[in-house]
C-alpha cells in the first residue's frame, strides 16, 4: 500500500522559512516522482513543485520559482520541500503526491495531479 505522510507545516511569519518532508513507503522507487500541491480556501489546487529522484529532474511553478526548493533523500523515501521568503499569500494546506512510475514529465504531472496523496499540512503564513 502507497503511504505519503507530509509533516513540517505550522505557523510563520512572513519572509520566514519552513521545511516540508514527505516520506513515501509502498512502493519501489525506481521511477517515481513526487510533486507538492497546494489548496488555499477557496481557491483551487495548485501544483508547487516535483521530483524525479532517479533523475535529478525537478519543476516548480512560476508563483513560488526562486523561493522553493524541491529535494530527495533517496536513502531515506524522503522529499522535502524547502519554502523560504514565505507571503501570505502561500497560506494553504499542502499535500504530497506521487505516482509510482513516472511516464510524464513533472510539468505535466503538476497540471494534472498525481495517482497517490497524503492528507496534508497546513501552512500559515502571518503578515
Known amino acids: 500500500e502507497v503511504q505519503l505522510v507530509e509533516s513540517g507545516g505550522g505557523l510563520v511569519q512572513a519572509g520566514g522559512s519552513l521545511r516540508l518532508s514527505c516520506a513515501a513507503s509502498g512502493f519501489t522507487f525506481d521511477d517515481y516522482a513526487i510533486g507538492w500541491f497546494r489548496q488555499a480556501p477557496g481557491k483551487e489546487r495548485e501544483g508547487v513543485s516535483c521530483i524525479k529522484p532517479s533523475t535529478g529532474s525537478t519543476h516548480y511553478a512560476g508563483s513560488v520559482k526562486g523561493r522553493f526548493t524541491i529535494s530527495s533523500d533517496n536513502a531515506k523515501n524522503t522529499v522535502y520541500l524547502q519554502m523560504n521568503s514565505l507571503k501570505p499569500e502561500d497560506t494553504a494546506v499542502y499535500y504530497c503526491?506521487?505516482?509510482?512510475?513516472?511516464?510524464?514529465?513533472?510539468?505535466?504531472?503538476?497540471?494534472?495531479?498525481?495517482?497517490?496523496w497524503g492528507r496534508g499540512t497546513l501552512v500559515t503564513v502571518s503578515s
Open positions: 503526491a506521487a505516482v509510482t512510475v513516472a511516464y510524464y514529465s513533472c510539468s505535466y504531472y503538476l497540471d494534472y495531479g498525481m495517482d497517490y
